[in-house]
């Protein structure tokens, strides 16, 4: 790619994922996403983190071969895990550099200013898209007319609650991998209840009562894998 120097490079997914193969094995991950369920957003995010975007660069590579755009957030609350920091700078594949741009497929970056709640697979280790189920682990924050701080989708969409837990869902680590398998994302996870791009923002979740939601059922999660591997050890 060091010879395009203006013009859009648009990756589809299947070039998007032969292009960090070839570049960056390491960073090798499934470009076509799966429905999560809230217990395997839970599970599956080592840091959940409620904060605010403060940077966003996008740069080239060492070798000019590949653009990644860096977003730092500043960190208001964690929900989950451990931070070293009061920020936090997570790589997204693609963007803008100069007039090229790398446009990944189904790729959202978190904007300049926006603030949400976070689902991160694994802070330390670079991927397409650092969040758990990419747009399904990405919560923005905003205020209705009476100030209220009500939460929405990366879409934009009023988030009205979370549905109880089914309890074959809460059977520990490895419950995803004995269960039926999701379908293709559209950018919810299953068990969370939305509403439509049309309604009124006073018909979101409070942020406070979806943080408190999202606690317990941690709690839940956190007590079947303890269960899980007590049973395990026991065999």
């Known amino acids: 790619m060091t010879s395009v120097n203006t013009g859009i490079l648009r990756v589809k997914t299947w070039a998007a994922l032969m292009l960090i193969f070839l570049c960056l094995p390491q960073w090798l991950h499934a470009t076509s996403v799966l429905q999560v369920d809230m217990e395997q957003l839970l599970n599956d995010a080592a840091v959940i983190f409620e904060g605010e975007v403060i940077a966003s660069d996008a740069k080239w590579n060492a070798d000019n071969t590949y653009i990644s755009t860096w977003v730092t957030f500043r960190v208001d609350d964690v929900l989950k895990g451990e931070l070293p920091s009061a920020t936090i700078t997570q790589s997204f594949a693609g963007g803008t550099v100069g007039d090229t741009t790398l446009e990944v497929s189904g790729m959202v ?76 994302s559209e950018g919810v996870a299953q068990g969370l209840r939305v509403g439509s791009s049309h309604d009124a923002a006073d018909t979101a979740i409070d942020k406070q009562d979806f943080k408190s939601a999202l606690r317990a059922r941690l709690s839940l999660v956190e007590a079947a894998n303890d269960k899980s591997k007590k049973a395990a050890a026991a065999q």
């Open 109 to 184: 970056y978190p904007q300049l200013g926006e603030t949400g709640i976070y689902f991160i697979e694994n802070p330390d280790r670079p991927q397409v898209n650092p969040m758990v189920g990419w747009s399904q682990g990405h919560f923005k924050v905003k205020m209705d007319e009476q100030g209220t701080q009500r939460m929405f989708t990366e879409s934009d969409v009023p988030i009205q609650g979370i549905d109880d837990a089914a309890p074959a869902s809460l059977q520990g680590e490895n419950a995803q991998e004995v269960s039926v398998a999701l379908p293709l």
